[in-house]
């Protein structure tokens, strides 16, 4: 079956550090790839996508690699900041238009 | 997101009891979601609607009830089938061409009496 890890339920860091989380998928051929924010009490926001033939994506302080062999994708926040603080979702697009969902890693961002 | 409105924002349930969570949109998106999201699990998907008067069920759709007779309106029924309905629930909508990605409402919390 399809199951997506999300490398740690916690990831702190330092303000002004670079954060990385990452997104493990197995049995799956997505399409694209998306990553949200939520935080708490709150929806999820979409922040970026990253089609399959695509190696990397930036906006603003985000960056975000998609490798289809290790079937892996890496969010990247440079200079982090306080604001940064709160669940980052990976989740995976089909050719079918469905949508997969890892649990999500709560970022905390220490000044 | 300002477009997608869901309430109640809380709501209770009694044991033996229906309730209904209210989700409205005026984005004009076409599919309309409803996921169920749980402590350290990734966002699980109920039923969903791509049409009026049209929707499939999800993974977990087992003591879920929902309706699309309008395009802005998607609502679920959680009924006393469900034995452990306590969970955080999302809508969320989206336009069905390629790419697009969801955008969700700000969710209904519902506890068990």
């Known amino acids: 079956s399809q199951k997506i890890e999300q490398n740690s339920e916690a990831l702190n860091i330092q303000e002004g550090k670079t954060a990385t989380l990452t997104c493990n998928y197995t049995?799956?051929?997505?399409?694209?790839l998306q990553w949200y924010r939520q935080d708490p009490g709150r929806g999820p926001v979409f922040l970026l996508l990253?089609?399959?033939?695509?190696k990397e994506k930036r906006k603003e302080r985000l960056k975000v690699t998609f490798d289809t062999t290790l079937k892996q994708s890496l969010f990247h926040i440079t200079a982090s900041q306080p604001a940064d603080s709160a669940t980052y979702l990976c989740a995976l697009v089909g050719y079918g238009q469905n949508f997969v969902f890892g649990p999500g890693t709560r970022l905390s961002v220490l000044p | 997101d300002g477009g997608i409105t869901q309430s109640p924002k809380y709501l209770f349930r009694k044991e033996g009891q229906n309730v209904t969570l209210s989700c409205e949109q005026n984005l004009n998106h076409d599919a309309m979601y409803w996921y169920r999201q749980d402590p350290g699990q990734g966002l699980r998907l109920i039923y969903y609607s791509q049409i009026v008067n049209d929707f499939q069920k999800g993974d977990i759709a087992e003591g879920y009830s929902v309706s699309r007779e309008k395009k802005e309106s998607f609502p679920l029924t959680v009924t006393s089938a469900q034995k452990n309905p306590t969970a955080f629930y999302l809508c969320?909508?989206?336009?069905?061409?390629?790419?697009?990605?969801?955008?969700f409402g700000d969710g209904t919390r519902l506890s068990i009496l």
């Open positions: 969320a909508t989206r336009f069905l061409s390629s790419n697009q990605p969801q955008h």
């Open positions: 990253i089609r399959e033939n695509e």
């Open positions: 049995n799956y051929s997505p399409a694209y």
